[in-house]
């Protein structure tokens, strides 16, 4: 007897409905055909243990699995739980003949529960762009697929409760997500609010711009300064996520398995990984790609920590996902791509000591070892970092003060307002949101300068020796600061803040 039912497999954040024929026919044996990798050919050990330990039993026959389309590679065991269904449905341990209107999906253990899967949301959006009637999956993925609506998602624990369900037994009802009501479930409090920094008003100030234009940020410092925890408090300031947004980025969590039992993301990510981490780490990739660390911050923050002590060839990679907002990803038989739109915020001392703009401290460091220490951040690299900024300790007496600092809700109010601004100047645009996006012919439309502000640009591209594109990051910072002030023109004052802006471009810096 031959049956189909349906699984599905993920590349890059989409997903391919997979067609599952069961044969069953005279003889002895299990042959899997399609391009499974080990993981799937290892179901059969599973399914068996699994039927027996609920009563049911792997049919003595010759049984043949086919993974259609077959010259498309599948990789995980997902797909236990849709092989067991349709195992005996084609052997009438089942009598239905609705199987065939759901996507399942789910890792079987050997008592026959379940396991978690990877990108159930996306799985989710083909299963009904494709009319699918419902959706099985382990329970702990029911709330992230239950996020799209006119789609019946079944949470289930076991093995038994699907077989109960396509036998008209048991009472397993869908999983039901009030996706707005999600989304809209916010925080009154962040987790870290600016309130707490003591001092340092030179910096939020940079963070404030930072996070009114999207654009990237390094802070330099010696160590205690204070940088991680004014980047831990980025997030508390960058505007709401809209619902694409958050759709977005739940499905790359997802795709990464990252959810675990949470339904939409409605908080910006923030990431921050270690400085031994891969280039494969960070952009994404693997024998069966999956998405980095550039990629699970899509909409939101990577923090890179000490980016010296970052592999300079880790960080060259980069600087693609930097411009281009996504990174592909090419393999010999298919190729991905990943969403990598998100705010760069990197840290580091510095000098190898820490202490070279410290003058409190001794200098330990020699020219030479300064020298060697920058030249591990590439110039392309931080022509791509639109601003750079100094970050000194915080005095004693600051430190001691009783009374907090502006807290985040009032600042993130005046960011989103210089954010409505940004939308509706690029309004007309489907790929331009803020100013850090901005191209080199929208630079030339929306920031015009009267002579003053061209002749003090110029100067300073000219002492400082500045490139072309550190020339646009000039202008787009400007742009924002204006946009802060409720400024149709970008004046004189706009442009000498974002010059000041460029710390790394000085002499006695990068030499």
């Not at 067991?84 to 052997?91: C, E, F």
């Not at 079944?154 to 009472?171: L, R, S």
């Not at 004693?396 to 600042?411: A, P």
Request: net charge neutral; proline share 5%; hydrophobic share 40%.
């Amino acid at each position: 007897m031959l049956v189909k039912v349906y699984g599905s497999a993920v590349f890059g954040v989409e997903a391919t409905t997979i067609t599952i024929e069961v044969n069953m026919d005279k003889g002895i044996g299990y042959h899997l055909v399609g391009l499974p990798d080990n993981a799937i050919k290892e179901s059969s050990y599973r399914i068996a243990a699994a039927l027996k330990n609920n009563g049911y039993s792997m049919p003595g026959k010759k049984i043949t699995i086919n993974m259609a389309p077959a010259d498309l590679r599948k990789e995980g065991s997902a797909y236990d739980l849709t092989f067991a269904i349709g195992i005996l449905v084609a052997s009438g341990q089942i009598k239905s003949t609705e199987t065939d209107k759901y996507i399942i999906m789910g890792e079987l253990s050997l008592d026959g529960s379940l396991q978690p899967i990877k990108g159930a949301l996306p799985i989710s959006i083909k299963a009904k762009e494709e009319g699918f009637k419902g959706f099985f999956l382990p329970i702990q993925n029911a709330a992230e697929a239950a996020i799209v609506s006119d789609l019946d998602v079944y949470g289930v624990e076991n093995v038994q409760q699907v077989i109960d369900f396509f036998e008209g037994k048991g009472d397993l009802k869908p999983t039901i997500v009030d996706t707005r009501a999600e989304f809209y479930k916010t925080l009154d409090f962040p987790e870290f609010d600016f309130s707490d920094v003591r001092g340092q008003e030179s910096i939020k100030r940079c963070m404030e711009i930072a996070a009114a234009g999207g654009h990237n940020i390094i802070l330099i410092g010696p160590p205690g300064a204070g940088k991680t925890m004014l980047a831990k408090r980025l997030p508390s300031i960058l505007p709401p996520m809209t619902l694409r947004e958050a759709l977005e980025t739940t499905k790359i969590h997802s795709v990464a398995g990252k959810l675990k039992e949470v339904g939409l993301m409605n908080q910006r990510p923030f990431r921050s990984p270690h400085h031994t981490a891969s280039s494969v780490a960070l952009v994404g990739g693997g024998s069966y790609p999956q998405p980095g660390e550039i990629s699970m911050a899509h909409n939101g923050v990577l923090f890179l920590d000490e980016l010296p002590e970052f592999k300079r060839d880790v960080l060259e990679v980069m600087r693609q996902p930097l411009e281009d907002r996504e990174v592909t990803i090419s393999r010999a038989k298919f190729t991905v791509t990943y969403p990598s739109s998100f705010m760069l915020v990197a840290s580091m001392n510095p000098s190898p000591s820490g202490f070279f703009n410290d003058p409190g401290a001794p200098q330990t460091s020699s020219p030479h070892e300064m020298q060697r220490y920058l030249s591990k951040i590439s110039g392309p690299l931080l022509d791509r970092i639109d601003i750079h900024i100094e970050v000194t300790p915080v005095p004693f007496e600051k430190l001691t003060e009783e009374q907090k600092g502006e807290s985040s809700v009032d600042i993130r109010n005046r960011v989103i307002k210089a954010r409505d601004v940004q939308t509706k100047r690029f309004e007309i645009s489907d790929s331009i949101h803020y100013n850090a996006q901005m191209s080199s012919r929208q630079i030339r439309e929306f920031c015009v300068l009267d002579e003053k502000s061209k002749n003090l640009l110029k100067t300073a591209m000219e002492r400082l020796n500045l490139s072309a594109r550190a020339y646009d990051r000039i202008l787009k910072v400007s742009r924002t600061i204006a946009d802060l002030e409720a400024s149709a023109d970008i004046i004189s004052s706009h442009i000498a803040e974002a010059i000041q802006y460029r710390s790394l471009d000085r002499d006695g810096w990068l030499g």
